[in-house]
């Protein structure tokens, strides 16, 4: 019985010892893995983890499923401006377009489309990573919200880099969000704003 016992706790002894072994050779490899590739398959994660669809996307039903013929190309042209009510924040059906105490704002198109996407408003790795950090967009012009770009600012460079190499590789969606119409005044909102 002892020997069996003994023998049992040295199965389980190796059992843990390659357990250890396994599961760092398996970080080594992602470590090293690295590049182009393992960049964007972890921005295509965060994309789908972060909520950017929740808002960035068209949806293709009243459930709200992503549109996935034009999925981030912002808010399409069907979908109107919803109304507004003093102290209250209301969005459109698809969660594209939304009025709040600052104003009216439209989610914009993410896609790589040169005319009306991410290169259209002078994005680049650097300045995309900069808007989340800063709340600027390349043009000098302030986040609205409810882009929530400082609950975002607290993933690393390199995770922004990730959804920023995602994002190069999506389809280009040709789609013209108009331009938000800001409240006159300032007023305190809920996201985004310091
Ligand atoms: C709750 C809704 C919401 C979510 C979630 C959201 N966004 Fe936004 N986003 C907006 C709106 C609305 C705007 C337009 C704000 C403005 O123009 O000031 C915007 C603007 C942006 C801009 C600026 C584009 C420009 O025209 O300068 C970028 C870049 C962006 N979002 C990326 C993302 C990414 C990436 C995610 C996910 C990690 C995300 N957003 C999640 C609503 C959202």
């Known amino acids: 019985m002892k020997t069996w016992l003994g023998s049992s706790w040295a199965v389980c002894a190796l059992a843990i010892v390659l357990g250890i072994f396994i599961s760092m ?30 808002c960035h996307s068209p949806k ?3 459930a709200g499923h992503v549109d996935e013929t034009r999925p981030l190309s912002g808010r399409p042209a069907t979908t109107p401006a919803p109304s507004t009510a003093a102290g209250e924040i209301h969005t459109a059906l ?15 198109n993410l896609t790589p ?6 290169p ?3 994005y680049s790795e650097a300045s995309f990573v900069a808007m989340f950090r800063t709340g600027k967009k390349p043009n000098g012009v ?18 922004l880099k990730a959804i920023w190499a995602y994002l190069q590789t999506i389809k280009p969606v040709r789609n013209q969000v108009p331009a938000n119409v800001p409240a006159p ?10």
């Not at 050779?25 to 669809?53: D, M, N, P």
């Not at 302030?142 to 995770?159: F, K, Q, R, S, V």
């Not at 005044?185 to 310091?194: D, I, Q, R, S």
């Open 25 to 54: 050779s398996q970080s080594a490899g992602q470590a090293t893995k690295g590049g182009a590739a393992s960049a964007v398959e972890r921005g295509k994660y965060l994309v789908g983890i972060t909520g950017c669809h929740d």
């Open 60 to 62: 293709k039903d009243a």
């Open 142 to 159: 302030g986040i609205l919200p409810p882009m929530p770009y400082e609950m975002y600012a607290n993933m690393t460079d390199d995770d």
């Open 94 to 108: 698809d969660l594209t377009a939304w009025t709040g105490p600052w104003g009216t704002t439209y989610a914009s």
């Open 185 to 194: 005044v300032a007023t305190a909102a809920p996201t985004g704003k310091k």
């Open 113 to 118: 489309d040169t005319t009306t996407g991410l």
């Open 120 to 122: 259209a408003r002078r």
